[in-house]
């Protein structure tokens, strides 16, 4: 075949609105692609999206597979796998990236399925590297390093698929950075025709409830969050109160969602979101490196913790060996001081 | 109007470390997992998904069966569905399992439910605590070439070949129509699992696989011969079904290590990076003073 090689990104998209992390993803497609001469494709599904199709080439797409359908207005699971997996197999991709999101780990999964090709969730990072297979004797270059943290302990594992194509993983949102919109960047808008076949319809959606959700973890410039060390709901509360005097959010390990202190949107870490905050405070959080994953880039970071040797206190930048229910009303307490100082001051 | 049909369920569940409680213990010095520390438990979400199952016999009929791919020791949460109303338990074992990726684990689990034969409803936990993917019931659902319904919260309705179902999302919810056979996966908001309970436990209390037999014999010595055991359980219809790669009939070359597209190339251990930190006493005076600093570089106020 002499058609370029391929990065594939699937673009989600609700009422024409691109996914942040779609166009993440572009970014880093584009940065991986770049090197090896790769063309890096945005495949989007909906219908009279074509707007959303340019906002994809100025992140840095080369071309937008559209298919546009009164069919697939909104997402379900099949027909936009439909169009995926037909797609894929006319085209090859080398690689295929998917958001981390609800849709996105519903979707990826299918279509790895029926493409019989391996898929890697959560990864933290992605790069291209050579893999010296000892198994068959050879060496595969170019391949999509799939890197994700490994179950039990400070294990970051690199994963490959050398045999199987696409090879695809899913990225939930704030890993990657958003690439900047370039309005005179051009690209090709190609426009698929959707194959569908009966049973893809075999779901109806007979009525849908938003909920526009009000945590905006990422972008927060302040994140407050808590782990097992909170012992009751009055202590979740004094995340909050320390998170609104600070114009923050509240954050949280996947202990305290678990234990129902607060909701799934909540999570910071490889499963939940990525966040860089200007200041991150880790209360009762021991700093496993799934949570690390999502945190550990923040500016400054304040741990609290009863165990001196707690992972999270080597990493964070004030180190405050004790306990939360003592430790956050004194901090509570001297930010108050402060802005009464302040008041004062300016009166 | 309702269907008066009785609807067959197959759950799938995994028996998962239980990362809940890390303990000290299960880190070694090297930060490295010591697994054996690890106590397994049924994976939370596959409970949901088994309550769910349940809920749905309690209201039309018909049987639950739970399949379980894993370790021979995954039986136990074989018995422990059954105590808490399973009709049917299996147990997927064999080596050639192991080292499986989630592509290769669905292949598995289809032939098995294939095997198994007719069934309404797969249901399955939205993912497993030891790696978050949430692959594997969609990916069985391929398969199957059946429709799947993930993130499921509740059945609302089963009328006329079709199931009704509310999907919770981070973004609200959905409610779905979808023609059965199909797969849902199911959320831990759905329900609350109803716990064991003592009278099947009781009665089921030797349910066992072939390979528990003799620990199982230690135990009850009151048997004089292991076969005279079997021939108790078999009676009784406490024998767990064991299937093996053959039983189910998938080649060596699809499943396990081998048939996973994908490789582990190495594992790195992360040094983690001392950064220039300050030790805080937990004194009003102290975080004082941290603050102070704090707004002085701007980083807060
Ligand atoms: C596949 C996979 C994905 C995962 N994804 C994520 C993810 O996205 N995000 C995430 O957070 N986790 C994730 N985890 C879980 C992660 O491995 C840890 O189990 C989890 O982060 C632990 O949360 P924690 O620190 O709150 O709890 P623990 O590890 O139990 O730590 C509690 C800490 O609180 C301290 N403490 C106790 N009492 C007090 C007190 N009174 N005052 C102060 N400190 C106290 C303890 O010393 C301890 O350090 C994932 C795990 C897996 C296997």
Redesign the interface.
Known sequence: MTERQSIWVFIEQ?DGRVADVSLELIGRARELADPLGYEVVGLLCGHEVEEAARDVIRHGADRVLLADDAELASYR??PY?RVAITEARRRQPEIFLVGG??NG??F???V???L???????CTDLQIGD?E?R?EGKTFRNLL??IRP???????????????RPQMATVREGVMRMPASDASRTGVVEAVVPEFEL?DF????????????TVKLKDAP?IVAGGAGISDAEEFALLRDLANL?GGEVGASR?AV?AGWIG??HQVG??GTTVRP??YIAAGISG??QHRAGMDQS????AINTDPTA?ML??????????VG??LP??I???R???MDHREETE | MTDSRPIDIVVLAKQV?D??N?TGDV??R????N?GALSAIFN?EDLNALEMALQVKDRHGGTVTVITMGPPKAANILRESLWRGADRVILLTDRRFAGA???AT?FALQKAIEKIGRYDLVLAGRQAI??????????T???L?I?????AESILEIADGRI?AQRA???????????MP?LLTVVGSANTPRPPSVRRQIARKLAATAGELAALRTQWPEFETQGALEAYLAAHDLEIPVWTADDIGVASESIGLAG?????????????????????????EA??A???E??HEY???
Do not use: W
């Open positions: 609700v699971t099949l796998a999101t609800p780990r519903d990826a999964p299918r790895a399925s029926a019989r090709c391996g898929l890697t969730a959560d893999y297979s198994r390093f799939q490994a179950f039990g302990g400070n294990l970051v594992a690199t994963i490959v698929n050398p045999n199987s049973g075999a779901l109806e959606i007979l009525s849908r409830q938003v909920r526009h959700s302040v600070l202990a678990d799934r949107e490889q499963t200007r200041l496993a490196i500016s400054k970071i304040i992972p080597q990493i964070a930048h004030y180190r405050i060996v004790g306990d003592e430790v004194m901090i307490k001297a930010l001081e402060r802005s | 470390p990362t809940h890390i880190m070694t090297d930060g490295t997992m697994r939370p990726d989630t592509l669905s030891d790696g978050d993917t949430a692959q594997v019931g969609p990916q659902a391929e398969k070439g429709p799947q319904i993930t993130y009704t999302l981070d973004s609200g919810s959905e409610i779905v129509r979808c023609t199909c996973s597209p994908t490789q582990v190339h190495r594992i790195n251990f992360v040094v983690l990076e001392s950064t220039e930190s300050k030790t805080v006493q937990p004194t009003p975080i004082a941290m603050v102070a704090l707004v980083i807060v106020g």
